[in-house]
């Protein structure tokens, strides 16, 4: 695996396997690197014939300088991992690279940042996360970029400004991966002690309880907002926000009649955690379950 500083030595090194017909996969990150981030590698190594890996802490999505200051950063320890993984090129660009002096652009998606992590983090937010990914596609020009269902609403924006401008990539968002006990995978977890590492745990609980209480066959999400709040509560960790919307549009739901998403932001300690789950209603999974009854026939029938 070969580390790239600059934006000209990743073209270069593209260029070649590009003509050849080569697939590239992108998997863009700000290192601190977790079995979430290898398995976005290692589908992107399954799938392309050449994977390259961003590492980017960019400091235009981060609305707390703190959190900057104190984002987990160990390149040398990241390169390893991501080699093992059979990464091809480590992009890892420092922050002049990036934004130039003069930099004067931003890429701006409405609606949907507008609420939850845009909401508590501010509009900046996701103007840096839009922004630096529409530079990452373009630099390297991938024919399909990696993203992780854990940043749900993130995937949901990055999908939208990729059909929006007409980038010609295809995205993928990979499930979220979780530790034994549940809690997603985080590069802020690292900061956790050992007593906030028990009370995050609340954040899965929550989401679990919702899922099960969905799945029983309740409908009314006020309830199970209700019941998810109390047990964030009783653990004593700081809730921004438990809702239940749309998984497509973000919407809060107040029936669940169809798949939706539950999403939950919390502070433990001076740690800010995000998870989310999808939710499944007892009719969905019957008509899914009749849907691939059906298909079933159909395809035992045409095969006869
Ligand atoms: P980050 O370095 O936190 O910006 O994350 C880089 C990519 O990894 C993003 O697409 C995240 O959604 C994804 N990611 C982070 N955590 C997980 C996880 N636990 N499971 C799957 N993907 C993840």
């Known amino acids: ?106 890429v701006s998606v409405s609606g949907i940042t507008e609420v939850l992590e845009g909401a508590h983090r501010g509009r900046a937010h996701f103007d840096g996360v839009a922004t630096v990914v529409t530079k990452l596609l373009n630099i390297a020009a991938p024919e399909i970029a990696y993203f992780g269902q854990k940043d749900a609403q993130q995937a949901l924006v990055i999908g939208r400004l990729v059909r929006d401008l007409n980038i010609d990539v295809e995205i993928e968002i990979c499930p979220t991966v979780r530790e034994h006990d549940g809690l997603a995978m985080s590069s802020r977890n690292v900061r956790l002690g050992a007593g906030e590492r028990q009370q995050a745990l609340a954040l899965t609980r929550s989401l679990q309880l919702a899922a099960r209480r969905a799945g029983a066959g309740a409908t009314e999400t006020e309830q199970l907002i209700t019941e998810a709040l109390s047990e964030l509560e009783h653990a004593g960790v700081q809730t921004e926000y438990f809702q239940i919307v749309n998984s497509q549009t973000l919407e809060p739901i107040t029936r669940l009649n169809g798949p939706a998403l539950a999403v939950v932001a919390a502070r433990v300690g001076n740690t800010r955690l995000i998870d989310n789950q999808q939710l499944t209603t007892h009719t969905d999974r019957l008509t899914t379950a009749s849907n691939a009854g059906a298909s079933a026939d159909v395809s035992a029938a045409g095969s006869q």
Do not use: K, W
Not at 64 to 77: A, F, I, K, V
């Open 1 to 106: 695996m070969r580390t790239l500083r600059t934006i000209a030595e990743l073209r270069t090194a593209l260029r070649g396997p590009r003509a050849a017909g080569v697939r590239i996969g992108l998997v863009p990150t700000m290192g601190a690197f977790h079995d979430g981030h290898l398995s976005l590698m290692r589908r992107a190594r399954e799938e392309c014939g050449l994977v390259v890996v961003s590492l980017f802490v960019n400091p235009a999505q981060f609305n707390e300088g703190g959190d900057l200051e104190s984002y987990p950063r160990d390149e040398q320890r990241d390169a390893s991992m991501a080699a093992e993984a059979g990464v091809d090129l480590l992009f890892a660009p420092d922050a002049e690279e990036v934004y130039p002096p003069g930099f004067a652009t931003t």
